[in-house]
């Protein structure tokens, strides 16, 4: 499995990535993260040639990323993991309000 190309975006703005290779998989990925419908939450897959783009939306933010077609199931588990630690960071980044 390899995971070619990852983001966190709000929106349209994409506030980290993370590419493994050379490809064209940011253009693609903005293409996608605009063309998602509505501003409900979502869990969907594209495939593009032999790459599969598995996008998860949650509270507003989204997490897309670009694997090969070998990657089988285990992307969208990628995205929960990405999810979590980017939102994790952001909280021990802007610290406890509390």
């Known amino acids: 499995m390899a995971i070619l190309y990852a983001l966190v975006a709000r929106g349209s703005v994409v506030l980290a990535e993370f590419s493994g290779a050379t490809t064209n998989a940011s253009a693609v990925a903005r293409q996608i993260l ?15 040639d032999r790459y599969i783009f598995h996008v998860k939306r949650t509270d507003g933010i989204a997490v897309l990323c670009v694997a090969d077609d070998t990657a089988g199931s285990e992307s969208p588990l990628l995205l929960s993991f990405i999810s979590f630690r980017f939102l994790l960071s952001m909280i021990s980044l802007l610290g406890n309000p509390n």
């Open 34 to 48: 605009e063309r998602i419908p509505g501003a409900n939450d979502t869990h969907v897959s594209y495939s593009q």
